[in-house]
């Protein structure tokens, strides 16, 4: 479980999380990983000017005061994901995953390549053209159609490139499997893969020094850092020929449901569909994605995070149906069955999110075992007691997930 914390109520023994969520949404948000340990660094994290932090309460080692506790049973708790009333993925497959993994690799590798060389040629100030876009988006909509397992597991466990460019692709794909859920239509999935794809490149017209900084940014640099989802929009305008319903996701996808967000402190019935979307998925891939100063947080945890801020920084409707369509135990999720053998979920099935297809490769001493598939669902078999972090043990999800 996970606790939003004042600054001044912070004590030795609590444990902080580095969500990785301060540089974009709220350079405020103390971010260094790790166990409090003594006043003097208590002092250091206000003098540097830092309102909140967020501890996960099942390694903070203390007792909480009273002011805490109290917090602790307001909106600001990050329940368990177990606990809601969220429920796993909707929707048939055409095709197997087997099948549609080719196909989702080389959509991927297109679109890749795609936003590639227009960041560049927007960097160098070169005519940028945005005609193939669409196209780019629609392969990611097939793929999605047939199979969303596909393509949700190539860009959350493979590595592409570098994470300039990988987070808009992954933004993109995870705005088209969510809109799959909703029952958009095929020109809506294209013009939400589209926004995503295209929602930080105004991010090209922030000075490098502030984008790459590896400490707090000052209150002016954090003003500039705010620009940029508006230098984006702009930048796109003048192109032309892209929808309104593209340009908004760009412009307000750090707008969130309480109208603590920015550039307009817009709220909720203020928002279109498209800023919900592209907002939602931008933060689950900036929690769940490595970075050069934090690991990713395993799926289960993030969506955990999340659903604490429903109603705050998320619709909680479009969040339960997030969850709901991801799953509680998303594709890739590393987990250990009340038997002790450990494995990766390798699908998702509706109406059972608690049970997931899983595939099976270490016994309870992480020793490998015949791999072996089981289907959850049927309430014969095992179930899982606990989402596990691969890091933790030095395997890569998408040797196990993908292997044959």
Request: charged content about 25%; hydrophobic content about 40%.
């Amino acid at each position: 479980m996970y606790l939003k914390v004042p600054v001044h109520d912070l004590e030795i023994g609590m444990y902080v999380v580095n969500t990785g969520l301060s540089r974009d949404d709220d350079p405020n948000l103390y971010s260094v990983e790790g166990l409090i340990t003594s006043e003097a660094e208590i002092r250091a994290i206000k003098a540097d000017g830092y309102q909140e932090v967020i501890i996960d309460m099942g390694r903070t080692i203390v007792r909480l005061h009273a002011s805490v506790r109290q917090s602790e049973d307001s909106s600001h708790t990050f329940p368990t994901i177990e606990t809601s009333a969220a429920c796993g993925m909707s929707g048939q497959n055409q095709t197997s995953l087997s099948d549609e993994l080719p196909k989702a690799e080389k959509a991927l590798g297109e679109m890749l390549f795609f936003v590639r060389e227009f960041t560049r040629d927007v960097r160098l100030g070169k005519q940028i053209d945005v005609s193939a876009s669409g196209a780019i988006a629609e392969g990611v909509v097939d793929s999605v159609s047939r199979n969303s397992q596909a393509m949700l597991g190539l860009c959350k466990l493979k590595s592409f490139d570098e994470y300039t460019y990988t987070h808009s692709i992954n933004v993109s794909v995870l705005a088209v499997v969510y809109g799959k859920c909703l029952g958009l239509s095929r020109e809506q999935l294209r013009e939400l893969g589209v926004s995503g794809m295209f929602h930080d490149i105004g991010k090209t017209a922030v000075p490098e020094q502030i984008l790459n900084k590896p400490g707090k940014l000052t209150a002016d640099e954090f003003e500039i850092m705010k620009t940029h989802p508006a230098k984006g929009r702009a930048m796109l305008f003048r192109i032309g020929d892209l929808s309104r319903d593209i340009l908004d996701g760009v412009l307000h996808h750090h707008e969130r449901h309480n109208g603590k967000g920015y550039p307009n402190s817009l709220t909720a019935n203020q928002l279109g569909l498209f800023p919900k979307i592209i907002g939602m998925v931008d933060v689950y891939d900036a929690l769940t994605s490595r970075r050069c100063y934090k690991q990713g947080m395993i799926p289960n945890k993030a969506l955990s995070l999340m659903f604490g801020l429903r109603g705050e920084d998320f619709e909680a409707g479009h969040l339960d149906r997030f969850i709901k369509c991801l799953g509680i135990y998303p594709l890739g999720s590393f987990v250990r069955l009340d038997n002790g053998l450990r494995g990766f979920v390798v699908e998702t099935v509706d109406n059972s999110p608690l049970r997931p297809k899983v595939k099976l490769f270490f016994d309870n001493a992480m020793r490998k075992i015949t791999p072996e598939e089981l289907d959850l669902s049927d309430y014969t078999t095992p179930a899982i007691i606990e989402c596990l972090d691969p890091a933790m043990f030095d395997i890569n999800p998408a040797d196990y997930v993908f292997a044959t």
